[in-house]
């Protein structure tokens, strides 16, 4: 069955430091996936995806993140994060005939001044 | 371009009570989404929509939520009658095609509910 793992419930990384958010699926065939941020009181927003191609994306705001297969993670990053990042992050796989997104339980993020 | 959009934004009810939520996908989304998102989960699709056509309904609790999508375009979500365990946010989302497995979805703002 499709699954999405977040390991970390909660991360708190100081402004201007770097950042990593884990990401693990399983899924039995190529997998979509995509990365979705949520601020409070609003809906999900993509940070990027992947589906083929090159491993590395580049996303909106500067967050990037790596398809690895062999290791079935899907990591996101970013190099200097600022206070307005402060949110939830989610992690999702879709596929299958529909298009169905499985979501992670997401990562929250705190930052520090 | 207007985003997908939610009313209403929260909604406080006691248990028993029956409940409706609307949603209006971006203009031309063929595919409409319904999810429940309970505090400290991932978003869980309850419903998906193709033009106004359901696609997949196999984790709506059948015996109390309803779905429809009138003429391809709208959605209500009803709840009847609610338990304390649908105290969740739900989110509605469309995309452009009919299903495509890369294609993005996009979120409207949620229905926070509360039932007491």
Do not use: M
Not at chain 2, 7 to 21: D, G, H, L, N, T
């Amino acid at each position: 069955a499709q699954s999405v793992t977040q390991p970390d419930i909660h991360i708190t990384v100081s402004e201007g430091a770097s950042l990593e958010l884990r990401c693990n699926y399983s899924y039995g065939a190529t997998p979509y996936l995509f990365w979705y941020v949520q601020s409070p009181g609003q809906g999900l927003q993509l940070l990027l995806k992947y589906f083929s191609g090159d491993t590395l994306v580049q996303g909106i705001k500067g967050f990037e993140a790596e398809f690895k297969r062999s290791q079935s993670s899907f990591n996101l990053r970013k190099p200097s994060v600022h206070w307005s990042d402060a949110a939830e992050y989610f992690c999702a796989v879709g596929g299958g005939s529909q298009g169905n997104l499985i979501f992670g339980k997401g990562t929250k993020l705190s930052v520090k001044p | 371009e207007a985003g997908v959009a939610q009313s209403p934004r929260y909604k406080i009810i006691e248990k028993r009570q029956s409940v409706a939520f609307w949603c209006n996908p971006i203009s031309g989304h063929a595919t409409l989404y319904w999810y429940q998102q309970i505090l400290g989960q991932g978003p869980k699709l309850l419903i998906q929509f193709q033009n106004n056509g359901v696609v997949d309904d196999s984790q709506l609790p059948k015996d109390r939520f309803s779905a429809e999508r009138l003429k391809g375009v709208d959605s209500t979500l009803k709840i009847q009658p609610a338990k304390l365990e649908d105290s969740a946010v739900y989110l509605c989302a469309s995309s452009p095609l009919l299903g495509a497995a890369q294609e993005t979805q996009y979120f409207g703002p949620g229905t926070r509910l509360l039932v007491l």
